[in-house]
Structure formats: structure tokens, C-alpha cells
């Protein structure tokens, strides 16, 4: 049987050497199989990692939103065949804020050994960058785009930090940045603090 | 003004080169001052990271739960002074699960500006090999270790997995971890998936 690595790609346009230790360069040499977001990207990824890459002796597949069940079992098939397979997401840890969980999942229910490499993740650099509680904190995706479900949301976000004193990190796609800080301004309490990063 | 670099440490006795970017030694070797959870074991990594680093030239001091206020104030002086200022927990990433957010706090309330770098997050790496939700998680800490209190709180984390499908990750002393998983397996509903990462 192969085995499983989760492949931290790199956040916008840094170096490899910037945020990948070298060990990822060898594990990425010894995969023929690759299951990724996007192929386009991911093939620029594995270049810049390894300029002298032969990229079309390689195999990739795509995994996303859309992906069925049954397209997950063909997609683990060549690993339960002996071959080892690479996780990639479009920028950052695969299976964080990413897809790729529900292929380790369908892994460890074959008993397929699975191994996360270390790498850049926006929502962990935030928070150490931040300066607030990272003994608790939560990850909590999106926040709804409808005003009341937004100012609700927000709310109980705030409400969970001030009794918990739990550190709550969500995301928004850029172009929608400016309009969730303006909302977050008239929302919160003025005494919350809020950290931007981007 | 000097800078604050978050400087993430080795998980147990893995090579630098396994799970730190190049880049961190880059700026290890241009940084005078560290303030550190503990100077032996911090001393231990630097020089496994460089061994031709002249330990015996640079500054430590310590950052733990104890450190005071005042005592805050003066660690940050150095670095308000055109110094620049390394951060150095146990394991992993520090401010995360580990001493650190307090002085970053400090620092961004001086002006300083604060960098955080790539390394290993246990809570990360567990996460990402769990298959578990990636979407949405929590990491809350230690849990109670009174009976009653520690079943309550086991109830609630898992009330909060399956009313907003977050995963909640937990840590444990190495000592304890038996009790605590037998306490889990008492108290989980038997469909709960449940990871041991150590």
C-alpha cells in the first residue's frame, strides 16, 4: 500500500525556501501521484519547488467542493495499489480551510498510513501574529453575507470570545474585505480587538 | 526599533531541516536577544539548528506563565532600543498553545512590528492527519481533570461538534493521556470520531 502526504503549498508569492523545510523537496521527488484543487497551480507549485521536475511522467487528479463519494474511491484506488499520493490545495495546508479531509478520511478507513508535512497556514500565522489568545481559539470559516445573519453571527462570535475567551479567526475572499471590516467596526464593541491580516 | 520574530521549535527529535524552512535559520543567525520559555532547551535548538552559532554572544531571557507586567515591559526595552528579538517556546509555534501572545501584545502596543515564521503546530499537524473537519475547528486546551467537571466539559465539546460540525482538539500531559481517553470512551457517544495524535 502507498501512503498518504498532506503537502503544504506556498501562501501567495514567497519562496519555497522562505516557509517549506527541504524535507518536503524529497518527499515531493519520491510521488507519481498527485491529488489536487487545481492542476494548473499545483503544477506550477511542484516547479517552483523543483525546477528540474519531469512534471508529465506524473500523474494528477482533482479534488474539490464537487468531488462525489465514488469519485473518492477512485481516487484512493492507486494508493491501495502501492502507489504513494500527494495531497496539494491552492495555498496553504491541505484539509485546513481547504479540501482533502474527506480523502484522509476514506484513507484511514482502508488503513492507508497518512502524513502531514509542515508548511505555511495563513489562519496559524494570524494568530501567533496577533498577539491574542492562542490557548483557545476557533476557526470558523466564512461569515454569512445577509446583514441580519451577519450582525447575529458576528455577535455570537463575539459573545463565545468574551465568556470563553476563545479567539475566534474566520476569512473572507478579498474583494469582499472592505464591507465585512466596515460591518465588523459598526458591530462589535468598541473595546473587542480586531486584527487584519492579509 | 528592532523587530519580534515568532520563532517556531522542533517537535521532539526530528532534524531542523524535517520541518523548518531554511529561511528561519536565515534569520536565527541575524537575531541577538531571545526571549525564551526556557534557556537550556532553547539554547539546545539553536545550536542544532546552527552549530557554529556563538551562543555564549547572544541574550536570553525567559517568558512563562509567571512573567509579570513590569517584568513584560523590560523584555520588550531591548528591542524598543534597535534590537531585534527572537521568540522561542518548548515545542512548536509560539502564542500558540504555548507563552508568546503576551509580549507580541506588548509589542504591537509600542509599534513594533512582529513576524511570525513557518514551523511545526502539533495541533495543526493532528488536525490535518485526523481527516476531521477542516472547515471548522476549535483547539480549547487542557480539559478538567475532576471527574464531574471533565464529563461536563466532554459533553459540551461534543454537543458543539454536532450542533456546528467543529472539531475540537484537546491536549493532554503524556502521564494523563491514558486516563483521558478512557474517560472519552466512557463519556463519547460510540459514533464520535475521536483522533490520538502524540
Same mark, same amino acid.
Given at each position: 500500500?502507498?501512503?498518504?502526504? /498532506?503537502?503544504?503549498?506556498?501562501?501567495?508569492?514567497?519562496?519555497?525556501?522562505?516557509?517549506?523545510?527541504?524535507?518536503?523537496?524529497? =518527499?515531493?521527488?519520491?510521488?507519481?501521484?498527485?491529488?489536487?484543487?487545481?492542476?494548473?497551480?499545483?503544477?506550477?507549485?511542484?516547479?517552483?519547488?523543483?525546477?528540474?521536475?519531469?512534471?508529465?511522467?506524473?500523474?494528477?487528479?482533482?479534488?474539490?467542493?464537487?468531488?462525489? $463519494?465514488?469519485?473518492?474511491?477512485?481516487?484512493?484506488?492507486?494508493?491501495?495499489?502501492? !502507489?504513494?499520493?500527494?495531497?496539494?490545495?491552492?495555498?496553504?495546508?491541505?484539509?485546513?480551510?481547504?479540501?482533502?479531509?474527506?480523502?484522509?478520511?476514506?484513507?484511514?478507513?482502508?488503513?492507508?498510513?497518512?502524513?502531514? /508535512?509542515?508548511?505555511?497556514?495563513?489562519?496559524?500565522?494570524?494568530?501567533?501574529?496577533?498577539?491574542? +489568545?492562542?490557548?483557545?481559539?476557533?476557526? =470558523?470559516?466564512?461569515?454569512?453575507?445577509?446583514?441580519?445573519?451577519?450582525?447575529?453571527?458576528?455577535?455570537?462570535?463575539?459573545?463565545? !470570545?468574551?465568556?470563553?475567551?476563545?479567539?475566534?479567526?474566520?476569512?473572507?475572499? $478579498?474583494?469582499?474585505? /472592505?464591507?465585512?471590516?466596515?460591518?465588523?467596526?459598526?458591530?462589535? +464593541?468598541?473595546?473587542?480587538? /480586531?486584527? =487584519?491580516?492579509?
Amino acid at each position: 500500500m502507498g501512503t498518504v502526504y /498532506l503537502i503544504p503549498s506556498l501562501l501567495g508569492e514567497t519562496e519555497p525556501d522562505h516557509s517549506l523545510p527541504a524535507y518536503n523537496t524529497q =518527499v515531493i521527488n519520491s510521488i507519481p501521484y498527485f491529488v489536487v484543487e487545481d492542476v494548473r497551480s499545483a503544477r506550477r507549485f511542484l516547479k517552483k519547488v523543483n525546477k528540474d521536475i519531469d512534471i508529465d511522467a506524473l500523474r494528477f487528479e482533482v479534488l474539490n467542493k464537487k468531488t462525489s $463519494p465514488a469519485e473518492l474511491s477512485r481516487l484512493i484506488e492507486p494508493v491501495l495499489q502501492g !502507489m504513494s499520493c500527494g495531497i496539494i490545495s491552492e495555498a496553504g495546508c491541505p484539509g485546513i480551510a481547504d479540501p482533502g479531509a474527506v480523502l484522509v478520511d476514506i484513507a484511514h478507513s482502508k488503513g492507508v498510513k497518512v502524513v502531514p /508535512l509542515v508548511g505555511p497556514s495563513s489562519i496559524l500565522l494570524a494568530l501567533m501574529a496577533s498577539g491574542f +489568545n492562542g490557548q483557545s481559539f476557533a476557526f =470558523v470559516g466564512y461569515i454569512p453575507v445577509k446583514p441580519n445573519e451577519r450582525k447575529k453571527r458576528i455577535k455570537q462570535l463575539e459573545q463565545r !470570545m468574551l465568556t470563553e475567551d476563545q479567539t475566534q479567526l474566520f476569512i473572507e475572499a $478579498p474583494y469582499r474585505n /472592505l464591507p465585512l471590516l466596515e460591518d465588523l467596526l459598526a458591530t462589535l +464593541n468598541p473595546n473587542t480587538k /480586531l486584527c =487584519v491580516a492579509c
